[in-house]
């Protein structure tokens, strides 16, 4: 009976030995098949994946952003304006609203402005498909005037999405009304600018509006100065 009672023992203790070294064996070969994978999977691979994902969660916004009507500008727009570039950017330039030519084709920074933006990317070694560009309301004020508190107010929620989703390393404001809104100050511009600030814990770059440096073309050189510092925090080289 003791002798039954020890080979029991002995069995229960081999049977639990054996089944702990099958499970230290199964670990070592995960962990070996998961370091294989991380080494054969190259990291745009993840990215790639994670910019689908982006990109089918900015399209829902965008989405919503073409049906909405709460505010009147819904009643006096051709087209939405949400906008356009890469939702893995690392850079996202916020404007104030579409002007006739953005509200015509759709897209933001299209007109005059637009074309000096492009310039500006441009000067940065990048091209718009490398950025995001977007603008604080997605409908475009008649006669272009400035946008109202109220209409802000209830656009804002697509830019806050549209950042959250996009996620850049940094944000350059351009112009009053995008500084304004995003860091809920009405300090001016001309002190906001050529500091980082924090918009959601990402940089944040108050700068001209580039409409502004086609009437004061002697601001191009602060704007340029804040540019380079945006690019510094975004890792590309001057
Ligand atoms: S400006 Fe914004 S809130 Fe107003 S209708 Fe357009 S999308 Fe909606």
Redesign the pocket.
Known sequence: MTVSLHQDVIRTEMLSLVKSLKGQVADHQNSYVNMDLERKLPKNKVVSRDSGKREELLNEVCHE?GD????Q??RT?KH?VFGDGNPEANIVFVGEAPGADEDEQGLPFVGRAGQLLTNIIKAMGLERKDVYICNI???RPPGNRNPLPE?IR??ES?LKRQLAIISPKVICALGTFAAHTLLQTDIPITQLRGRFHSYQGIKLMPTYHPAYLLRNPAAKKPVWDDIQMIMKEAGIPS
């Open positions: 952003a909405c009507e709460s505010c500008l819904s727009r939405v309301l997605k409908c209409e209830l656009c697509y």
